[in-house]
């Protein structure tokens, strides 16, 4: 790995400048989170954002990501999400067709490589 930072959400970039970033939420302080990520670890895009579970300040967190910064591809699991702050993403994700997003199921096995 080449960098990693715990900001609130875990954060990995690895070798081949692909960062992911699971749980991500917006912590209360003078450093907002992303701004940690884009200017002080320099990161240009997200490879994947991954919510782990549904919490309502992760969807709150991703709602800024998502106006911030480019992102390749989103990961949910199939809870069903009930909280109005899941329908905004929801709605923010329908607009933003070039963020793929991907229900994994338990025992699903990703690879990161070079190749995309």
Do not use: C
């Amino acid at each position: 790995m080449k960098k990693m930072a715990f900001v609130g959400p875990i954060n990995n970039q690895f070798e081949n400048g692909r960062t992911y970033l699971i749980d991500y939420f917006e912590a209360t302080s003078k450093t907002a989170p992303i701004d940690y990520l884009t200017n002080t670890l320099g990161v240009k895009e997200l490879e994947t954002v991954v919510i782990t579970h549904p919490h309502q300040d992760y969807f709150l967190g991703i709602q800024r990501l998502i106006e911030t910064i480019p992102i390749r591809q989103v990961w949910l699991n199939n809870y069903p999400y009930t909280a109005p702050s899941y329908d905004l993403v929801a709605e923010m994700l329908e607009v933003r067709r070039e963020i793929r997003v991907l229900f994994p199921r338990s025992g699903t096995i990703f690879t990161e490589g070079k190749e995309r």
